[in-house]
């Protein structure tokens, strides 16, 4: 259908600014994911080179749609070229990113990760204070964030604590033959509850030649206490055997 030199002109502007805003809107929606998921993760130097490539590929789009409508099928060629090698090398640069996003959706829902739960990582012990995009972040007994890529913790084994379920501690006490153990054991109980474990059972684990091994069982809410209890207790323990 003929439309005219005016009909052409309004069409081919037409055609532009759709073309126009599909790109611009493209640019708009890559540069608020990357900086949605990527800008607590690379540095800013990355992000504007990351900027760059959106502008590239939003362009490309442009040039292949106009080119197309305009009847410039070598240019279309160029541009759909461009807009390829520019995606392939925009998913191959950032491949590691890609990973850690994914492996971190799986990763939270299997295991019911949640900020506050206390985790033991290799030698890292902690609790979870966020739940990154690309990685967990724990508060360590020093007070420092470590952050830990999801992908290695998926290809490590670990252990996790609910603070509400709280984390049992286990104390073993030699017992040198010739004392009294119902002093003894009264005794670990009075200090363990002192320092805060609920539900303190002291047992006997088993009587051996050099003496009898007592065990002093109960449950702490902060697992980061778990040397400083196991510690004052036998020290105080063994301060009053001797």
Known sequence: MDLGVGGELLYALLVTIVAAAAAGLV????RRLAYRFLSGVIDKRLL???EFIFIILAASLFLAVTAHVYGFPLLVLVALSVLIIGSLTLLVGFR???EEYFTGLVLVKAYELKVGDYVEFDNVRGYIVAL???????????RDLVYIPYTRLAHSSFKRFRVEEGHEIRVHVLVPPGLSLLKIREEAS???RSLGVEGVKVDVESVRQDGVLLVVRGIIR????????????????YSTIK
């Open 27 to 30: 640019y708009w929606v890559a």
């Open 48 to 50: 504007r080179l990351l």
């Open 96 to 98: 590691h990113v890609i």
């Open 132 to 142: 990154e995009d690309t990685a967990l972040v724990i508060r360590d007994s020093h």
């Open 190 to 192: 009075r200090i363990a």
């Open 222 to 237: 902060d697992p980061r206490r778990e040397d400083e209890i196991r510690y004052a207790i036998l020290d105080h323990i």
